[in-house]
């Protein structure tokens, strides 16, 4: 069954330092992969998306993620985190009829 | 990017009563919609696929009859839930579904039953 697995439920980093956010997907084919950005009272917004060609691909607000088929994961990063950065961020992958959603990490900085 | 409504924004219903949502797409033709559950410190948990013109399909375990979706026109899905109860408190959010499975998404509804 497809899934998706995100390590770190919470993370905390400081403003300016640098991020890496995993995410691990089980999926038979080649995979549709998202990163979303939920901040509180707003929905959740598209940082990226990797559907064939180049493995890193860049998103927006500075962010990039590189797809890595033979280690079945697609991690996010950034290389200087802004205190706007603070979030719930939600990997996804697109399934034969639906999207999955990983459980999610959450994003403190540290000013 | 595409815009999604939703509305209400938040509500507070009696035990016993109905509530509809609305989940609009602004800018785009969404044939297929999204609705999702979300609890506090959770991810998403998709709870029915709507499609314009037919019949919602729902995930296992989620209850047709409670949790009714109308796909009505291809800017318009509206999710009831009837017969609240306080465990139905939570937070829903719809999306609109374009191309390569990239979904827009509303900024959800706080849902709380007295």
């Known amino acids: 069954a497809q899934s998706v697995t995100q390590p770190d439920i919470h993370i905390t980093v400081s403003e300016g330092a640098s991020l890496e956010l995993r995410c691990n997907y089980s999926y038979g084919a080649t995979p549709y992969l998202f990163w979303y950005v939920q901040s509180p009272g707003q929905g959740l917004q598209l940082l990226l998306k990797y559907f064939s060609g180049d493995t890193l691909v860049q998103g927006i607000k500075g962010f990039e993620a590189e797809f890595k088929r033979s280690q079945s994961s697609f991690n996010l990063r950034k290389p200087s985190v802004h205190w706007s950065d603070a979030a719930e961020y939600f990997c996804a992958v697109a399934s034969y009829d639906k999207v999955i959603f990983g459980p999610g990490t959450s994003l403190s900085v540290i000013p | 990017g595409a815009v999604v409504s939703q509305h209400p924004s938040w509500v507070i219903c009696k035990s016993g009563t109905s509530v509809k949502i609305e989940c609009r797409s602004l800018?785009?033709?969404?044939?297929?919609m999204f609705w999702y559950r979300q609890f506090p410190k959770q991810s998403l948990m998709l709870m029915a696929t709507s499609n314009e013109g037919s019949k919602a399909t729902y995930e296992q375990g989620v209850e047709k009859d409670k949790f009714l979706i109308n796909h009505a026109s291809l800017t318009l899905s509206t999710l009831t839930v009837t017969s609240a109860h306080p465990e139905d408190s939570s937070f829903y959010i719809c999306?609109?579904?374009?191309?390569?499975?990239?979904?827009?998404f509303g900024p959800g509804t706080r849902l709380t039953v007295t």
């Open positions: 800018d785009f033709q969404a044939t297929t």
């Open positions: 999306s609109g579904l374009a191309e390569f499975w990239e979904q827009y």
